[in-house]
């Protein structure tokens, strides 16, 4: 079967680091993608990775080894404004996109 | 403004009723998307259409029936629904079906209870 597996929940501090980790099996890999969700708001994209490596966008960097079946999901400088569900999603060789069911992130002062 | 509209917001129904979801996408994108989304659950892809043709149906039971006019429109009629189907039902679209970058763009969600 296909699984997407990631954090239930994380706690971290305003104005620190975060890593969100999330781990794949799946019938074949055509891109990893990154999804914020507030409470109660739609999904909202923020990275797709394909190729092995890191992303950067701003604060947000993403980064895939697809040998190993892994992506992270690393906020810097957290804000308030960060606290929010992050979504693992991975495209399989039918171009279906399977989900994690997402990581609850709280950011305290 | 995601550019995909949903309605409605919210709606509660028993499970005798008949009811439909509305979703319109003003991208011009090609393929649209049904999701149920229940409370701490990966999203459940539920049918995908493109180019107004449904590819997919994942095992959705027959209470849930969905219809897509043209490539903007979606709805998804709902009828008989049991409790368990209460959840967020979120719409979708996206430039194409396949393809290497494939980015989904998500409306805002309908937060369905069943009484």
């Known amino acids: 079967g296909q699984n997407i597996d990631q954090p239930t929940e994380m706690t971290a501090t305003e104005g620190a680091i975060v890593q969100i980790n999330c781990t794949y099996q799946t019938s074949g890999f055509n891109g990893l993608f990154w999804y914020q969700q507030h409470a109660g708001e739609a999904p909202t994209f923020l990275s797709y990775?394909?190729l092995d490596g890191l992303e950067e966008k701003g604060r947000f960097s993403s980064f895939l080894s697809r040998s190993k079946g892994y992506s992270y999901l690393l906020l810097k400088e957290l804000q308030m404004k960060d606290s929010a569900s992050y979504l693992c999603?991975?495209?399989?060789?039918?171009?279906?996109?399977?989900w994690g069911a997402g990581t609850k992130l709280i950011i305290k002062p | 403004e995601t550019g995909v509209t949903q309605t409605p917001r919210h709606l509660v129904m028993g499970m005798t009723n008949k009811k439909s979801l509305k979703c319109e996408q003003h991208?011009?994108?090609?393929?649209m998307y049904w999701y149920k989304q229940s409370a701490k659950k990966p999203l459940e892809l539920m049918f995908v259409?493109?180019?107004?043709?449904?590819?997919e149906n994942n095992s959705v039971p027959s209470r849930f029936s969905p219809e897509c006019p043209n490539s903007s429109h979606l709805f998804l009629h709902l009828h008989t629904l049991q409790p368990e189907d209460s959840a967020l039902y979120l719409c979708a679209s996206s430039h194409q079906l396949a393809g290497d970058y494939n980015e989904q763009f998500f409306g805002p969600g309908t937060r369905l209870t069943v009484l």
């Open positions: 259409y493109n180019f107004k043709e449904q590819t």
């Open positions: 991208l011009g994108h090609n393929a």
């Open positions: 999603a991975v495209l399989d060789s039918n171009y279906q996109l399977i």
């Open positions: 990775n394909v």
